[in-house]
C-alpha cells in the first residue's frame, strides 16, 4: 500500500488540530474543510489547504458526505480522519468513502456498524467473552416483552435506545409503572435523535464507576490495551473530567481486563483505535458500549503511555502496521483532563462569544489541547468544547496539584467556561482521594446549588 501524503481532516475545532499537528510530523500535507461559520477558525489557518463545505448548519456542511468527497476531489487527499462526532461513527460515510477510493482512517464499517447497534455489540461482546451489564436479550419489541426483561433483571432498569449515544434517550425506571411511561417517552425520543426506535434494557447500577480501556488493533489479528480511564465525573451522562490509571486500579485487575479485551478485538481483526466502555462496581467489570474511533479523552492515555494515537491511527490506516507492542507499554505517572466547554455556570447553559483575552495554561507537564485564539468567536452552531486541559505528574496528587496551578494560569475572556468548576472540584475531598462514583457530580451540583 502507497504511504498516505495528504490527508483531510472532516472535523472542526481543537480535534481538528490534534489531527493536524500529528500530521505535520509525519510530513503529511493537511486540508481542513470548514463552514462558513468556521472560515476564521484555528483548524483553517493551521491546515496547508482549505475548503469551505457549506453554511453553518452541521448537517449542510460538517455531515455533508458529498461535499466532503468533493473536497477530496479538489484537493487531492487521500484519506479522511473523521476525528470524534460528526461523521466518526457513521460506517455508510467510511463505505462511500472507499468507494471513491479514498481511505477512512478508522475501522472497517462492519466494525463501526456492528458497534453502532449497542444490541448487536452486547451480543458480540459477550460472545467474545466480554463481560456485560445484565439486560434483554435483543430488542424490546413492545411494552410486554419490557416488562418481562425487566422482572427477569430486577428492578432498577435502564432503557436504552440501540442506535443511542452521547448520553441521550436513556430512561431510569424503578418498578413497573415507571417502565410504562420510561418505555414509551424513551421510544419516542429515540425515534427523534436517531430515527430508529429500538430499545433494550439494562440492570440499572446503583454507585458504579465509568471506566473505559483504550484498544488498538492492527486489522490484521493482533492488538495491545493501553490501560484504563476513569470518566466517572460526568453531568447528564456527559463526562466533564478525566484521568488514568483509574484512582486505585492495581496492576492484576488492568491486566485481566486488557487481556480480555485485546483478545476480544484481535479475534474479529479490529484496525485503528477502540474504546471498551465499562461500569464498574465492587470489583466486577460490566460492558455498556464501545466506541471505534478516537475519544475526547485520548490524551490522558497518551501522556501516561506516551505514545500518539493519532499518528498510530494513520500507520494503521496507511497499511504501514500498528508499531504498538504490548510488551513495551509501560504506564507511567497519571494524568487529568479538564473538559473546558463554552458554558456558564452553574447551569452549563451555552455561551458563545467572541473571546477578548486569551492566555494558555503552560509548563511542565501541562497540554493544552484547544483551537482557542485571542479574537476568535465560538459559533453558537457546534459542540461546546473550547479547550481540553490536560496535565501530567509524577502522581495523582502531582497532577491534582498541576491541574490547580494551571487552571489558575488560564485565561479566557469574553466567554464563560466550565473552568471555575474544576477549581471547586479540586478542593473537595472526594475528588482528592479518588472516591468517586458517575452520580457524585451530580449529587455534588445539586448540594451546592
Ligand atoms: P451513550 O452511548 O449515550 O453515551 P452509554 O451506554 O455509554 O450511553 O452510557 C452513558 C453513561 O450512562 C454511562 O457512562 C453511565 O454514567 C450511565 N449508564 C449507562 N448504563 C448504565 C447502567 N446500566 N446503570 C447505571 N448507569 C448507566
Known amino acids: 500500500m502507497v504511504r498516505i501524503s495528504k490527508i483531510l481532516v472532516a472535523n472542526r475545532g481543537e480535534i481538528a488540530l490534534r489531527i493536524i499537528r500529528a500530521c505535520q510530523e509525519m510530513g503529511i500535507s493537511t486540508v481542513a474543510v470548514h463552514s462558513t461559520a468556521d472560515a476564521d477558525a484555528m483548524h483553517v489557518r493551521m491546515a496547508d489547504e482549505s475548503v469551505c463545505i457549506g453554511p453553518p448548519t452541521a448537517a449542510l456542511s460538517y455531515l455533508s458526505t458529498a461535499s466532503i468527497i468533493s473536497a477530496c476531489e479538489i484537493s487531492g487527499a487521500e484519506a479522511v480522519h473523521p476525528g470524534y462526532g460528526f461523521l466518526s461513527e457513521n460506517a455508510e460515510f467510511a463505505e462511500i468513502l472507499e468507494d471513491h477510493g479514498l481511505r477512512f482512517i478508522g475501522p472497517s464499517a462492519e466494525h463501526i456498524r456492528l458497534m453502532g447497534d449497542k444490541i448487536a ?18 430488542c424490546l419489541n413492545n411494552l410486554d416483552s419490557a416488562r418481562r426483561a425487566a422482572r427477569e433483571v430486577g428492578y432498577p432498569v435502564i432503557i436504552k435506545a440501540s442506535a443511542g449515544g452521547g448520553g441521550r434517550g436513556m430512561k431510569l425506571a424503578r418498578n413497573d409503572d415507571e417502565l410504562d411511561t420510561a418505555f414509551s417517552s424513551a421510544r419516542s425520543e429515540a425515534m427523534a435523535a436517531f430515527g430508529n426506535d429500538e430499545l433494550y434494557l439494562e440492570k440499572y447500577l446503583a454507585k458504579p464507576r465509568h471506566i473505559e480501556i483504550q484498544v488498538f488493533g492492527d486489522g490484521r489479528g493482533r492488538a495491545v490495551h493501553l490501560g484504563e480511564r476513569d470518566c466517572s465525573i460526568q453531568r447528564r451522562h456527559q463526562k466533564l473530567m478525566e484521568e488514568a490509571p483509574a484512582p486505585g486500579m492495581d496492576p492484576e485487575t488492568r491486566a485481566r481486563i486488557g487481556a480480555i479485551c485485546t483478545a476480544a478485538i484481535a479475534d474479529i481483526d479490529y484496525a485503528g483505535a477502540g474504546t471498551i466502555e465499562f461500569l464498574y462496581d465492587q470489583g466486577e467489570f460490566s460492558f455498556i458500549e464501545m466506541n471505534t474511533r478516537l475519544q475526547v479523552e485520548h490524551p490522558v492515555t497518551e501522556c501516561v503511555y506516551h505514545v500518539d494515537l493519532v499518528k498510530e491511527q494513520i500507520r494503521v490506516a496507511g497499511g ?13 505517572g497519571h494524568a487529568v483532563e479538564a473538559r473546558i466547554n463554552a458554558e456558564s455556570l452553574p447551569d452549563f447553559t451555552p455561551c458563545p462569544g467572541r473571546v477578548t483575552t486569551f492566555h494558555a495554561p503552560g509548563g511542565l507537564g501541562v497540554r493544552f489541547d484547544s483551537a482557542l485564539y485571542q479574537g476568535c468567536t465560538i459559533p453558537p452552531y457546534y459542540d461546546s468544547l473550547v479547550g481540553k486541559l490536560i496535565v501530567h505528574g509524577t502522581d495523582r496528587k502531582a497532577a491534582l496539584a498541576r491541574l490547580s496551578r494551571a487552571l489558575r494560569e488560564m485565561v479566557v475572556d469574553g466567554i464563560q467556561t466550565t473552568a471555575p468548576l474544576f477549581d471547586q472540584l479540586l478542593r473537595e475531598d472526594d475528588i482528592r482521594t479518588g472516591n468517586y462514583d458517575i452520580h457524585w457530580l451530580n449529587r455534588w451540583l445539586a448540594e451546592t446549588s
Open 320 to 332: 504501514e502496521g500498528m508499531t504498538l507492542e504490548q510488551d513495551r507499554l509501560e504506564l507511567i
Open 121 to 138: 455489540a452486547r451480543n458480540a461482546m459477550s460472545r467474545l467473552g466480554v463481560p456485560c451489564v445484565p439486560g434483554s436479550n435483543g
